[in-house]
């Protein structure tokens, strides 16, 4: 709880929290730290005040290895008060999960993270991250004025970047190479997110996946992928309301892709199976 504490050199192994920060913890150091097969590696403020985690380690935590997660998006909640620089995940379930709390994520290497290196749901900056294997490489849902900038992805299973409804978001100049798909956006306000100046390449099926959204798209470079390089898709809901994908395409290189060529076309929603 108490303000301008320093955590140098710990080791929490096997541990509900490895640092619990009380809503009260303001002005907090924690470097030089390993955190391993905890519960939740660091758990910060909901509002947090000049907070920074730099040079630790986390490994295999089960829930998260840095944990914010608020009701709701305090009053002055941009204000990048979290700094999480110059880390090293490994094998958590999710490496960095930011719901409600603002940050710099920035210069932090992710391996194998299981859900998702990066999950944001705040207005957080996220840039110059390297993340290799895993789920998601990043997922930003419902993040408004978030910027995810010169980020390096790769190897993910899934998705390499997955925007859900995001509004006043920007990914720029991010680099994903070999991940199941690139981009995916899902829904969203026209013009909500902006891709732009990005390079997807070689993704396993498509490099730009829109699905009932409208992202501006603008200047990217879109390189051998084996599936489409863009691929345009209305979203049918299971009581038949469409939202349509209608996507704005500006200055951008698709070329070397199975397709290339703009590919249209419907994605409906599975029905449910039965319940038990």
Not at 27 to 41: C, K, R, V
Not at 63 to 89: C, M, S, Y
Not at 174 to 191: I, S
Request: hydrophobic share 35%; charged share 20%.
């Amino acid at each position: 709880r108490s303000s301008g504490a320093v955590i140098r050199g710990l080791h929490a192994v096997d541990c509900g929290h490895g640092v619990f920060m009380a809503d009260e913890t303001t002005g907090a150091l924690i470097e030089d730290s390993s955190f391993e097969y905890n519960g939740i590696g660091v758990r910060v403020p909901e509002a947090p005040i000049g907070i920074v985690i730099r040079g630790s380690s986390f490994r295999a935590n089960d829930q998260g290895g840095v944990w914010g997660v608020a009701a709701g998006l305090l009053p002055g909640g941009a204000n990048h008060n979290l700094l999480i620089r110059d880390n090293k995940f490994t094998q958590d379930r999710t490496g960095v999960l930011l719901l409600n709390v603002s940050a710099v994520v920035e210069n932090n290497t992710f391996e194998n993270e299981g859900e998702a290196a990066i999950y944001v749901g705040a207005p957080a900056e996220v840039r110059e991250n390297q993340v290799r294997g895993g789920g998601y490489g990043i997922l930003a849902a419902q993040s408004d004025g978030a910027v995810f900038e010169a980020n390096d992805i790769s190897g993910s299973s899934t998705v390499g970047f997955l925007l859900r409804e995001a509004s006043h978001t920007i990914a720029r100049n991010n680099r994903l190479d070999g991940n199941a798909y690139g981009f995916v956006t899902l829904f969203g306000e026209r013009g909500g997110a902006l891709l732009v100046d990005n390079l997807v390449m070689a993704q396993r099926y498509d490099g730009i996946l829109v699905i009932g959204g409208s992202p501006m798209v603008r200047g990217n470079r879109v390189l051998g992928n084996q599936g489409a390089g863009l691929r345009i898709m209305d979203f049918i809901s299971r009581d038949g309301r469409r939202s349509p994908a209608q996507p704005t395409f500006e200055d951008n290189t698709v070329t070397g892709n199975k397709v290339d060529q703009p590919q249209r076309g419907t994605y409906r929603e599975p029905a449910r199976g039965p319940e038990r």
